[in-house]
């Protein structure tokens, strides 16, 4: 694009930086002493830091020494669990769900999930994730707090079969009401919570409402291997078997962790009808002592992206996909025997295209663009732990770390210029919720939200 003389002022330039970027074959590489131009929220210029200069705009950052990336993306989280994070340590996964977590979930008011989406998203902001895929519980106050604080998400209202045909309408309802708000940064969808805890009569009609709707589904399925073992013992067959059968896999459909995923899985997956995607999160793998970690090559091999996930961090302790990036390069090495796999521009493909597809924003989002969402992270590598520089992309993924995202930006509008939030109050959402935690994390009533018996 050649500027004119009656051009009017672009909305933010971004000048100085080395820029991330993506060649036709989607190999990722980098492009030093650049300039990014966003107009309206999107991206319309990707070129020299000289060639613009004597432009105007209405937003300038002076990125020198500082890389851009495509903001990351957290494709699946609990994003109000933060509330409980480190309640549950060092636990089993049945005694974790059935003695702390779903105890403690059937405490939840609405205010507590709005303030613990507040602090979830200041931490993703602070950590340059621009999008997060959340499948929670009272998710009105999730939608509320994502519109204000300028994130872009995918959001579901999750229900389980025990929750009757209620559960599935109010997810329906969600969806719907949702749908493409906050000037299109909110997507939505269906959020059945997993095999093991929805029956196929519900899942064939989650599937049906979807494929109705256009809207896609976001569900846990084969988490680890257990379930699968106990799927077969019971039903015959395995978790992605089931989500084949009943229908779901003829929609597009979010699948997350994916541990439990078998041989005998990929051919249904390879064929599925519509876009699936998984999501991995290997820190709450480890912290598990789950024996299998996601098969990312094998899904690679047949086509399916995975990406970039915390799970919630009742689980994961955090919200930091760059460490998420980190360790799934290195587990797939170790599970691999292959030190070539995963590599760092593998690793790096993962956390931006990979991500972006794996929530529905392929065309859209997780790169730096002409045409693109102007979703921008600017990462400072000028702390000794990142220095020297030998290679960007290594550096980027095993020696980076949240803490030296500098600028985050979604839409074009910066949410974090030089670590300052601005939009979350984050000491008055810790303030409020901890006066509220007694409350919340009592468990002498002895309920829980369901069983976990798998």
């Not at 590489?29 to 309206?40: L, N």
């Not at 094998?298 to 360790?327: F, H, Y």
Request: hydrophobic share 45%; glycine share 8%.
């Amino acid at each position: 694009m050649t500027p004119s003389a009656v051009e009017s002022p672009a909305g933010l330039i971004i000048t100085g930086c080395t820029v991330l970027t993506h060649d036709d074959q989607e190999a990722v590489g980098f492009a030093h002493d650049a300039a990014i131009v966003v107009r309206d929220g999107i991206v319309t210029e990707v070129t020299g830091a000289d060639a613009i200069a004597g432009r105007a705009a209405d937003e300038w950052i002076d990125a020198r020494g500082q890389v851009a990336l495509p903001g990351l993306v957290n494709c699946h989280t609990h994003a109000p669990m933060v509330a409980l994070r480190g309640l549950a340590e060092d636990l089993p996964t049945e005694e974790w769900f059935n003695d702390v977590v779903w105890p403690v979930e059937s405490n939840l008011t609405e205010r507590d999930v709005e303030l613990g989406a507040r602090l979830a998203c200041a931490e993703m902001i602070r950590g340059g994730v621009t999008c997060f895929a959340d499948h929670y519980f009272a998710m009105d106050a999730v939608a509320a707090v994502v519109a204000e604080c300028g994130m872009r998400a995918l959001l579901g209202e999750a229900y389980f079969s025990s929750q009757g045909v209620r559960g599935r309408e109010r997810s329906l309802e969600f969806a719907l009401r949702h749908r493409d708000t906050a000037g299109g940064r909110i997507t939505t969808a269906l959020a059945p919570h997993s095999p093991y805890t929805v029956d196929e009569a519900d899942l064939a009609a989650t599937a049906e409402l979807a494929r109705a709707h256009g809207l896609p589904v976001h569900l846990h399925a084969a988490e680890n291997r257990d379930q699968t073992e106990t799927s077969r013992a019971r039903h015959g067959v395995t978790p992605v078997e089931i989500l084949h059968r009943t229908g779901i896999l003829d929609t597009d459909v979010l699948l997350a962790h994916g541990t439990g995923i078998v041989d005998s899985d990929l051919p249904l997956l390879a064929r599925a009808a519509g876009r699936t995607a998984v999501a991995t999160a290997p820190r709450g793998y480890l912290k598990f002592a789950w024996p299998t970690t996601t098969p990312v090559r094998a899904l690679r091999d047949i086509g399916v992206p995975v990406g970039l996930a915390t799970d919630g961090a009742a689980s994961n302790n955090s919200l930091d996909v760059w460490e998420a990036m980190a360790l799934t390069s290195l587990i797939q090495k170790s599970t691999e025997g292959d030190p070539r796999w995963l590599t760092s521009r593998q690793a790096l493909h993962h956390a931006t295209l990979q991500s972006a597809r794996a929530v529905g924003l392929g065309e859209s989002a997780g790169s730096i663009a002409p045409g693109r969402r102007a979703d921008i992270v600017l990462v400072d590598l000028t702390g000794p732990h990142t220095q020297p520089v030998h290679d960007l992309a290594a550096t980027l993924v095993h020696s980076a770390r949240a803490a030296d995202v500098r600028t985050t930006v979604v839409d074009g509008r910066v949410l974090m210029r030089d670590r300052e939030l601005l939009t979350i109050d984050v000491p008055e959402v810790v303030r409020e919720l901890d006066e509220r935690l007694p409350a919340l994390v009592d468990r002498s009533h002895g309920r829980r939200i369901q069983e976990y018996d798998t």
